[in-house]
């Protein structure tokens, strides 16, 4: 019986993470799931949002741009079309990105332009959770 | 026999030469450390997600998506990638006579091909040789991103699933190192997932799908194949780079040989002309006695 998660997150860009670790918390399709050792295998498909691990008392908090989780009772494989550890993140950027979405959001309200709506409203949510995460930095 | 001046013209050009080729050298050297950090880093994403989706193949049966479905194959589509830049030794004609021979072969066994290049020299070379490229993609070198291979194997697989070919394959240059760049043909669609072992597909029981098996494989495969086209336009990238690398060391020793050479010509010439010169005043001064 395992007593730890061996958790591995790649993107297309790098290896961001092979560690040991106790749980993990990830944002899954149809809801945020956690995962302890000994889990039941299990794969699914990750949706953007903010995951966490946790190693002994610390908690680590990343975001997770979609992707796949695939589970096993001793590993955890998590395939990310892009990751950021909160620590990486660069606020000023995320900050001058949900200024620029809600711009474009606003034009669109005003019916002055035509714009990918859905296209602004995406990233806006990508640099309001970025902000959140990076909020969060310190490890509780 | 040339004069003083030519030789010393010519010396002039080559070193002229030697010093941009030295400055390529250099440039590419740095440009490739940036490409292998890459392809290093892509390396495990893509080889995950293989192993990821041969699992998850195993276990629901080869037949469940179009992608993974073996259809009886009559046109193949040969997707090559290419430079756009030339100057880098035997890359671009190495690929491109595999992927001509290559192309012929099938043709001869009674198969249809149509082919796809991504890079100028690649659209160049079937263009001349009046072959009809279905598709092409230039201008991606240097500046590759995961959007660039999205596009393309979007492509690639909205052609696949309307039939208009039944086998794609990928030609491209593997990066072994700086020196060795290998030429390799591999098929992409469909997908032939891996050999799991069979141990590990029982000790796994059960698996769990969120939201289902074969909604997981829908989004799953597709992704595959952008990842692997990825793949391959970093290889080739830091190919590339590696094989410019080499071509540019070899060039610019060449140089120095033939400087050296010239030099010596030089040098001979100059003495010749230094005696011919002597003989001349000694013969002047002895007529005059």
Redo the contacts between chains.
């Keep these: 019986m395992a007593d730890k998660l061996f958790l591995e997150i790649v993107t297309p860009y790098r290896l961001v993470l092979s560690e040991e670790v106790d749980e993990v918390v990830a944002p899954g399709l149809e809801g945020e799931f956690g995962v302890l050792p000994n889990h039941t295998p299990f794969l699914t498909i990750l949706k953007l949002g903010e995951m966490s691990y946790r190693i002994g008392n610390e908690r680590w908090f990343l975001v997770l741009n979609r992707g796949y989780a695939e589970v096993g009772p001793e590993k955890v494989i998590i395939l990310a079309e892009g990751c950021e550890r909160a620590e990486e993140i660069d606020i000023e950027r995320a900050l001058a990105a949900k200024k620029r979405a809600e711009e474009r959001i606003a034009i669109v309200e005003r019916k002055a332009e035509e714009i990918d709506i859905e296209r602004a409203r995406a990233s806006l949510i990508r640099a309001l959770l970025r902000i959140e995460v990076a909020n969060k930095k310190r490890p509780t | 026999m040339p004069t003083l001046r030519d030789i010393k013209r010519r010396i002039t050009s080559v070193k002229s030469t030697q010093q941009i080729t030295k400055a390529m050298k250099m440039v590419a050297a740095s440009k490739l450390r940036r490409a292998q950090d890459?392809i290093f880093?892509?390396r495990?994403?893509?080889n995950?997600?293989f192993s990821?989706l041969s699992?998850?193949a195993m276990r629901t049966g080869r037949e469940e998506h179009s992608l993974l479905a073996k259809r009886s194959s009559s046109k193949i589509e040969i997707l090559v990638i290419t430079t756009d830049r030339g100057l880098c030794g035997a890359l671009n004609s190495n690929i491109l006579k595999k992927a001509y021979d290559f192309n012929r072969q099938k043709k001869k066994d009674d198969y249809e091909t149509s082919i796809s290049t991504i890079g100028r020299k690649g659209r160049d070379f079937f263009r001349k040789r009046n072959i009809p490229m279905r598709k092409t993609w230039v201008g991606l070198s240097g500046k590759i991103t995961?959007s660039n291979a999205q596009e393309i194997a979007r492509d690639i697989v909205k052609n696949y699933t309307e039939e208009l070919f039944d086998e794609v394959c990928l030609v491209y240059n593997e990066f072994k190192s700086a020196m060795h760049q290998r030429v390799i043909i591999e098929k992409l669609l469909p997908i032939e997932p891996q050999k799991v072992e069979k141990e590990e597909v029982i000790h796994?029981?059960?698996?769990?799908?969120?939201?289902s098996?074969s909604?997981?494989l829908d989004?799953?495969l597709p992704k595959h194949i952008e990842?692997q086209i990825?793949r391959a336009l970093l290889e080739s990238e830091a190919s590339e780079q590696g094989a410019r690398m080499t071509a540019m060391d070899n060039a610019t020793r060449n140089a120095k040989e033939l400087i050296e050479k010239l030099t010596l010509q030089f040098n001979k010439a100059r003495q010749a002309a230094i005696t011919k010169e002597l003989m001349e005043v000694v013969g002047g001064a002895e007529a005059l006695k």
Aim: without cysteine; charged residues 20%.
């Design positions: 890459r880093e892509a495990p994403y893509a995950k997600m990821v699992s998850l995961y796994y029981g059960e698996f769990i799908y969120e939201p098996a909604e997981v989004t799953l990842v990825f």
